[in-house]
């Protein structure tokens, strides 16, 4: 079940955003893993997980930036959705 998810989400938003999807799934496990389990957490642990946030907020600015480079521009008299 979690492959054809994986899959779905790859071919309606690409390959990038499946790659996201795994990485932040796996952050929400380490994550819930402190929580549930109540392991005292080092300073360590707390700068490499906000590594890994900006890591994957600039993945995902480039490819934001990258999709909206690739639209084409909109005549006068076309409205962009909101």
């Given at each position: 079940m979690g492959l054809r998810f994986y899959l779905i989400i790859i071919r309606n938003h690409g390959g990038v955003a499946g790659v996201l999807l795994g990485n932040a799934r796996k952050i929400?496990?380490?994550?819930?893993?402190?929580?549930?389990?109540?392991?005292?957490?080092?300073l360590s642990e707390?700068?490499?997980?906000?590594?890994?946030?900006i890591g994957m907020y600039m993945a995902v600015s480039k490819y934001r930036l990258e999709s909206d480079i690739q639209k084409p521009p909109l005549s006068e008299n076309e409205e962009e959705d909101v």
């Open positions: 929400i496990t380490i994550v819930l893993s402190f929580v549930m389990f109540s392991k005292p957490c080092s707390m700068g490499g997980l906000s590594l890994i946030f």
